[in-house]
């Protein structure tokens, strides 16, 4: 079994900062792609920003020069760091990762998500 869990979320005024972090844990052969999503109310959830396992990025263009997407693959651990935050970035940031748990099988996993609210 494989476990992601996500941490630093929580509510922020607009333009500041916050900085999640998404620990993956268990049976772990090599992580692949890693990435962010966030699902507004009453919207579909979508791609924030991804790192191949090369450190090769991507980023919805709603976001790209605010966020920076990075990862620790000592640790295991993918990041988001947000900055000059807008109230329409509150959503529920969720990880995703792929992770082959042998040579010959892999799938994608997701964390439970962590609120982010950007509000004065």
């Known amino acids: 079994q494989v476990q992601l869990v996500e941490s630093g979320g929580g509510l922020v005024q607009p333009g500041g900062s916050l900085r999640l972090s998404c620990a993956v844990s268990g049976s772990i052969f090599k992580i692949n792609d890693m990435g962010w999503y966030h699902q507004a109310p009453g919207k579909e959830r979508e791609l924030v920003a991804a790192?191949?396992?090369?450190?090769?990025?991507n980023y919805a263009d709603s976001v790209k020069g605010r966020f920076t997407v990075s990862r620790d693959n000592a640790k295991n651990t993918v990041y988001l760091q947000m900055n000059s935050l807008k109230p329409e970035d509150t959503a529920v940031y969720f990880c995703?990762?792929?992770?082959?748990?042998?040579?010959?099988?892999?799938?994608?996993?997701w964390g439970k998500g962590t609120l982010v609210t950007v509000s004065s």
């Open positions: 790192i191949t396992d090369r450190g090769s990025t």
């Open positions: 995703n990762a792929n992770v082959m748990s042998s040579t010959y099988y892999s799938r994608d996993y």
